[in-house]
C-alpha cells in the first residue's frame, strides 16, 4: 500500500510555542491530505482538509488562525499549531487518499504532541 | 456521510475467528466501505476495502450482504496481536471528495 509518513513522530514543547508537523505522501501525490486528532481512548476527529494550491478547509469548531496548513507541494502537507497551549496536547494524524478511484486512505504514524 | 454503528468491545481467545459486524443503513450508491485497525499511539492501518458481496485478502475477509446496509469484517485465527480498536468507515470519492468520518470504533481484546 502508500506511505504516508509525519515527522516529528513526538514533541514537547512549552505553552506559548508554535508547532510544526509535516505529513508527506512517500510514494504517491496527494492533492488532497487530511488533519485528524485523536484524544486517549477516543476516536479521529476531522479538523481539516489540506487542498494543494489553494485554502485548507476546517471542520466547525476547529480556529483556523490556531491550527495552520500549509499544502505547499503534491506530497507535503504541514499543520503548524501556533502559540501552543496543554488543551492542545494530543496525537495528530494526517492522511491522504490513494487517488486510484475508491476512498482507500492511508494515514501517516501519527504526531504525540505535549504542551507544557 | 454515512454513519457507521459497531460494537464498542469484543472479546476472544486466540485462535478463534471473530467476526465485528458494522451497520451503515444510510450508505449511498457510491460508497465503499473499508476497515482500519488502529494500536495505540499509532496511524490507522488500511484492513480492507468493498463495494459488495465478499471481498478477501491475506488478513480479512469483508462481507457485504445484497442491501449493503451492514458489512462483515471477519479476522481468522485471531493472535494476541490482533488486540487493537477496529473501525468501519463508508465514504466515496464522487468529485474528488474523500472525506471519511470515523465512528468510535470496536476494540477487540484477544485473550490467551
Known amino acids: 500500500g502508500a506511505v504516508v509518513s509525519q515527522h516529528p513522530s513526538r514533541v514537547i514543547c512549552k505553552s506559548g510555542t508554535s508547532v510544526k508537523i509535516e505529513c508527506r505522501s512517500l510514494?504517491?501525490?496527494?492533492?488532497?491530505m487530511f488533519w485528524y486528532r485523536q484524544f486517549p481512548k477516543k476516536s479521529l476527529m476531522l479538523m481539516a482538509t489540506?487542498?494543494?494550491?489553494?485554502?485548507?478547509?476546517?471542520e466547525q469548531g476547529v480556529e483556523k488562525d490556531k491550527f495552520l496548513i500549509n499544502h505547499a507541494s503534491l506530497t507535503l502537507s504541514t499543520l503548524t499549531v501556533t502559540s501552543a497551549h496543554p488543551e492542545d496536547s494530543s496525537f495528530y494524524i494526517c492522511s491522504a487518499p490513494s487517488g486510484r478511484g475508491t476512498d482507500t486512505q492511508y494515514f501517516g504514524p501519527g504526531t504525540r504532541l505535549t504542551v507544557l | 456521510l454515512a454513519k457507521t454503528t459497531q460494537p464498542i468491545s469484543m472479546d476472544s481467545y486466540e485462535g478463534q475467528e471473530v467476526n465485528i459486524t458494522c451497520s451503515h443503513n444510510n450508505i449511498a450508491t457510491n460508497d465503499y466501505i473499508t476497515w482500519y485497525q488502529q494500536f495505540p499511539s499509532q496511524g490507522p492501518r488500511f484492513i480492507i476495502q468493498g463495494y459488495k458481496t465478499k471481498v478477501t485478502n491475506e488478513v480479512a475477509s469483508l462481507f457485504i450482504p445484497a442491501d449493503r446496509k451492514s458489512s462483515t469484517l471477519s479476522l481468522p485465527r485471531v493472535s494476541l496481536s490482533d488486540t487493537a480498536v477496529y473501525y468501519c468507515?463508508?465514504?466515496?470519492?464522487?468529485?474528488?471528495?474523500?472525506?471519511?468520518?470515523f465512528g468510535k470504533g470496536t476494540k477487540l481484546s484477544v485473550i490467551p
Open positions: 468507515l463508508v465514504g466515496n470519492s464522487g468529485a474528488g471528495s474523500y472525506q471519511l468520518t
Open positions: 489540506s487542498n494543494e494550491g489553494s485554502k485548507a478547509t476546517y
Open positions: 510514494d504517491f501525490q496527494a492533492t488532497t
